[in-house]
Each structure stands twice: as C-alpha cells, then as structure tokens.
C-alpha cells in the first residue's frame, strides 16, 4: 500500500506563505490537498482530479498552487496570502485512476491519507 508523507506545516502572520509537501512511496496519478479545521468537516483545498490541471477549492483560488514533483513522487502546495481562516489540519491523499469512458478519471471514495501537517495563521 502506498505511503505518504507530509512535511512543511507551522505558523505565520496573515498575509504570509507556506510551502506543504507530500512525497509517495511511488508515483500517483490522484493526488491532493486537503484540510480539517476545528469542529468542522474536512474539505477539498487542491488536487489533481487526473493527468492534467488541478482543481482548486473556491476559498484558496488565486492564492494557492499546487504542483508535482515527479522525480520524488511528490506534490507540492505552495500558499500564499494566508488567513487566519486557513488554519487546519491540512493532510495529503491519493484516490484511485482508472479510464472511465475514454476520459481520465479519480476516485476518491477510498483514498489513502497521510498524517496531516498543521497550519496555523495568526491574525
């Protein structure tokens, strides 16, 4: 079963940046970020719903950046602009690929996460 790891959480000020990174034990197609703040559901952040571009939630567009580095299985979420409305839990997942009528497709019903990183934003 794949691994992950999750490295890079702390604390900021608003307005500052993270950089969050995750890194497989081998290379994954649906991969993502996403986040669990006190007393709420977890939520998506960003993720690569496939081969191509990623899908951001609407309250980190513009600010947040997700990336991969495929030489070590890793994706990378670069955030700026932070608020304190940010600070969660924010932990890595994979989903499953497969090809659903001719079209890449993830599924995330039994994803595998990792251990989550803390993010605190401070106002």
């Known amino acids: 079963q794949v691994r992950l790891v999750e490295s890079g959480g702390g604390s900021v000020q608003s307005g500052g940046s993270l950089t969050l990174s995750c890194e497989a034990s081998?290379?994954?197609?649906?991969m993502g970020w996403f986040r669990q703040a006190p007393g709420k559901e977890r939520e998506d952040v960003a993720k690569?719903?496939?081969?191509?571009?990623?899908a951001y939630a609407d309250s980190v567009k513009g600010r947040f950046t997700i990336s991969r580095d495929n030489s070590k299985n890793s994706v990378v979420l670069q955030m700026s602009d932070l608020k304190p409305e940010d600070t969660a839990m924010y932990y890595c997942?994979?989903?499953?690929?497969?090809?659903?009528?001719?079209?890449?497709?993830?599924?995330?019903?039994?994803?595998?996460w990792g251990q989550g990183t803390q993010v605190t934003v401070s106002s």
């Open positions: 081998k290379y994954r197609v649906c």
């Open positions: 690569f719903a496939g081969p191509g571009n990623p």
């Open positions: 997942a994979t989903g499953e690929y497969s090809i659903r009528n001719y079209r890449p497709y993830c599924s995330w019903e039994d994803r595998i």
